[in-house]
């Protein structure tokens, strides 16, 4: 199964951007549905967004639509999180999701994690 490391977390003011990057090791990248999670201090770790395996689906938590983005290149066994206007409510430790079963929504529909990257928005 693949691997799964994420980076682009860090500091930013309320209102900023940052894009999250998540590269995955091995072949079978294409096979999987790729997600975004994220956990607050002291609260569950709850769905962002979700991809297709060919990209051409997506989803997304009520509170990112219209601010953030996924995508997907499958060529570079990668997915992004594009987040804009971010607000102080978003910090959170961000992590990439995947499965070969579902465009993973539940913590239950994960097969593979990665290690989280942190995303602090000041505000």
């Known amino acids: 199964q693949v691997q799964l490391v994420e980076s682009g977390g860090g500091l930013v003011q309320a209102g900023g951007s940052l894009r999250l990057s998540c590269t995955a090791s091995?072949?079978?990248?294409?096979?999987?549905?790729m997600s975004w999670f994220r956990q607050a201090p002291e609260k569950e770790r709850e769905f962002v967004a979700t991809?297709?395996?060919?990209?051409?689906?997506?989803d997304y938590t009520n509170s990112v639509k219209g601010r953030f983005t996924i995508s997907r290149d499958n060529a570079k066994n990668t997915v992004y999180l594009q987040m804009n206007s971010l607000k102080f409510e978003d910090t959170a430790v961000y992590y990439c999701a995947a499965s070969q079963t579902y465009m993973a929504k539940t913590t239950g529909q994960v097969g593979v994690w990665g290690q989280g990257t942190l995303v602090t928005v000041s505000s």
């Open positions: 991809i297709s395996r060919s990209g051409g689906i997506t």
């Open positions: 091995g072949r079978t990248f294409s096979t999987y549905g």
